[in-house]
T-cell receptor, first 115, second 115 residues
């Protein structure tokens, strides 16, 4: 059982839709991450939140908008996505971005398909 | 710059045979090393980690890895594989930069256990 919960597990949306991905953790972690993963590829970092503030944006297009309402929740708002955005979106958390050697704990992901 | 190389993209192995998945890293500073496993339609699960101390690290599901500083390697081994070990395996390096703790993933090795 994963300690990072992501919803929904699957999402199909059109290019004009607006949807949100949700991530929740109750381990008291203060760092949370969004990754994008294509089939048979490693996860690619999108965003990092540290103490509810955005600390890293890896030049992600503005059609992806992250939000961290509190220390346990992380959202990814989606709007006007392109077919190439179809992928598995993974959320992860770790104790603190400033503490070295902390493993990241991953959720099971949301599989997103853009029609 | 950090890089992680997984030399084998696919490794087929017969059930109950031993397996080694190779990982090499490049770094001139201290690193922290991890192996993750990803089963189909799931997120990444931590198998084991090397932070310091003993160079032989034992993980879950009977896996172990050996840190070799002179060869900058962190190969993953299991003496006898099961069908259930079929999955994607990712080696990762972590270090703290001015933006915090970041992970660098290898390209992954797809392990297929043949009955």
């Amino acid at each position: 059982d994963t300690e990072v919960t992501q919803t929904p597990k699957h999402l199909v949306m059109g290019m004009t839709n607006k949807k949100s991905l949700k991530c929740e953790q109750h381990m008291g972690h203060r760092a949370m991450y969004w990754y994008k993963q294509k089939a048979k590829k490693p996860p690619e970092l999108m965003f990092v939140y540290s103490y509810e503030k955005l600390s890293i944006n890896e030049s992600v297009p503005s059609r992806f908008s992250p939000e961290c309402p509190n220390s346990s929740l992380l959202n990814l708002h989606l709007h006007a996505l392109q077919p190439e955005d179809s992928a598995l979106y993974l959320c992860a958390s770790s104790q603190d971005v400033q503490v070295p050697a902390q493993p990241q704990h991953f959720g099971d992901g949301t599989r997103l398909s853009i029609l | 710059a950090q890089s992680v190389t997984q030399l084998d993209s696919q490794v087929p192995v017969f059930e109950e045979a031993p397996v080694e998945l190779r990982c090499n890293y490049s770094s001139s500073v201290s690193v922290y090393l991890f192996w993750y496993v990803q089963y189909p339609n799931q997120g990444l699960q931590l198998l084991l980690k090397y932070l310091s101390g003993s160079t032989l690290v034992k993980g879950i599901n009977g896996f172990e890895a050996e840190f070799n500083k002179s060869q900058t390697s962190f190969h993953l081994r299991k003496p006898s594989v099961h069908i259930s070990d079929t999955a994607e395996y990712f080696c990762a390096v972590s270090r703290v930069s001015n933006t915090g703790n970041q992970f660098y993933f290898g390209t992954g090795t797809s392990l297929t256990v043949i009955p």
